[in-house]
């Protein structure tokens, strides 16, 4: 069964930065891509970051420029470094896996409030 385990989110101030963490019970070697999604209040489960397993990134236009995703397949681990956070980047943060099969695994998420 495949577990994944968010951390790192939190109150932060517009213009800070904030580094995401998710840990997985899987080799993430084995998936075909690890991504990051997010929740606002009211509104759709959006996708704001993925890796492939060949490490190529995709990012939403949202935070292109802003937002890191990255994989330490020794570790099992995917992270998004966001800076320059915003208010509308307020959500609840979702880590995503999808296998070869395309059966898709979500982690708890992790609750990033930006606000003064």
């Known amino acids: 069964q495949v577990q994944l385990v968010e951390s790192g989110g939190g109150l932060v101030q517009p213009g800070g930065s904030l580094r995401l963490s998710c840990a997985a019970s899987?080799?993430?070697?084995?998936?075909?891509?690890m991504r990051w999604y997010r929740q606002a209040p009211g509104k759709e489960r959006d996708l704001v970051a993925a890796?492939?397993?060949?490490?190529?990134?995709t990012y939403a236009d949202s935070v292109k420029g802003r937002f890191t995703i990255s994989r330490d397949n020794a570790k099992n681990t995917v992270a998004l470094q966001m800076n320059i956070l915003k208010p509308e980047d307020t959500a609840v943060y979702y880590c995503?896996?999808?296998?070869?099969?395309?059966?898709?695994?979500w982690g708890q998420g992790t609750q990033v409030t930006v606000s003064s």
């Open positions: 890796i492939t397993r060949g490490a190529t990134t």
């Open positions: 899987i080799s993430i070697f084995s998936m075909n891509s």
């Open positions: 995503n896996a999808l296998d070869d099969g395309w059966n898709a695994y």
